[in-house]
């Protein structure tokens, strides 16, 4: 069934998802913050853009958010302008951000004032997983507003899971960060360990991928490790940001995570080595930059 | 071809190995400290056991080590009827003993002294690997030295790889527990979370399982965690040993491994706990007891 969808924020993942709902027969209308990236989307999928996320609410059974942080969902949804403005009772929300818990209880609360449906959906894949169609989407909110946009979500991922009420999807993600931290950490200190050996890092990634330190991280990503390119998945800054909201969630639940405190506080060295746009495995360039200065 | 070979150590993963060994048509002499586990062996695999190392490596053409650790290791090798006292020149001595990178250096210098062959050969796979015949072995040393032991090692290995000089088999070995120590504590981590933001955690693996924080120990551990069931796979007692050598080497190298340090430190702490021999994804168990203390 065709849909009419807003789409606003046309990012390195927004770009691709818009077009695969293009693609799939909706009716897409798109905001971006800079109207160019709207106008080249048009030119390519069709569809049509504006220049309000107001504007791009009105009419629309969904409204698609896929936005940087906190601060900018709350001004596409609350600002001036925003979707509130022209949002019509009983569409759907759904965000995509990778948000705090406390700006999805807050969307979640003037969905119910405002009466329309929100779900909160996170997703995992990358860039890649956007572009191909092959995303995991793991959402959190009422059963039947997962029901409702589950056909539209399907256009681009390969999993679409309903986790729990609203601030699930978000909760399922942090887990995803906090697990994908341990693992880089250890494979950047595994990788520093076999190059300050002397050994041949191709050789030993060989001999253990297949074993109980295998990881998807050492599968896809010791290849540009040992050949020092970080220009490509996903950024330090990002990764900052999504740890940041990990560990002030788990202080407020009264949870320990001390391997993510201190991975997240290697990443911000990263930064100020100038690396926050370098993709999440150059833990192992910090490794290698201490050790030269001993 | 046959080969007449001496089997000293019978313990989890040397009891199946060796019978692996006999099955394949070999002449197997074995060696255990303590003698009941070598008899109980020779009746159920044949062969012959004897009562000191040095008369299992009389005529051998291969002597295979498979003991604790460093001190198990000197005391079998160089200790009073030790291999040393039994072992003939041109003989080839294979060590399956995770141990440290100095005493891999000690014993290929008595060989080279004495004039027989030596390989370090550290296993990875477990106890169901060596059962099953499936486990990996990096291998230090000759070439020829590796292309003597190739096939009779490969009577319980899926993969066997010659990594380097004397020594390249313990450094890879170690650059495996350093990745596994990371993606378990951060596997750990991301299910601690989850449980204290009161998520599904059967359902927040299988929606993060497979993509970029996905592991082998996610796969293969999550089910027994959420059960808190540590009575199985690899102790923490062996990992502490092990996370022990892996520092004292990467400190002789001048490589970091802050991680690594904290994980170990956890360990000990397990170790306090009482759970030297529980499974080390225990680390899950160690953040639940801290959790309740808030």
Redesign the interface.
Known sequence: MSMRIAFIGLGVMGYPMAGHLKKAGHTVCVYNRTTLKAERWVDRFGGMFVSTPAEAAVGADLVITCVGNDDDLRSVIEGPAGVLCGMQPGALLVDHTTAS?SITRELATLARVHEYDFLDAPV???QQGAENGTL?I?CGGRQESFERARPVLSCYAK?V?L??DSG?GQ??K??????????????A????????????PH??I???S?????????T?RHDTMIRGEYDHG?AVDWMRKDLDI?LR??AD????????E??NE?YREIQRMGGGRWDTSSLLKR?QA??VR?
């Open positions: 818990a995992s894949g990358g995991t793991m999993a899971q986790m729990g699930a909760l399922t942090m887990v995803n960060q906090i697990c994908v931290a341990g693992v880089v950490q250890g494979l200190e595994g990788m520093a360990f076999a190059e300050s050996a002397g050994l041949d050789q030993v060989n001999a253990v297949q074993g109980a330190a295998g990881s998807w991280q050492m896809h996903f990990c969630e788990a639940n009264g949870c320990e995570l001390p391997l993510t201190l991975v290697f490794l201490r050790r001993h």
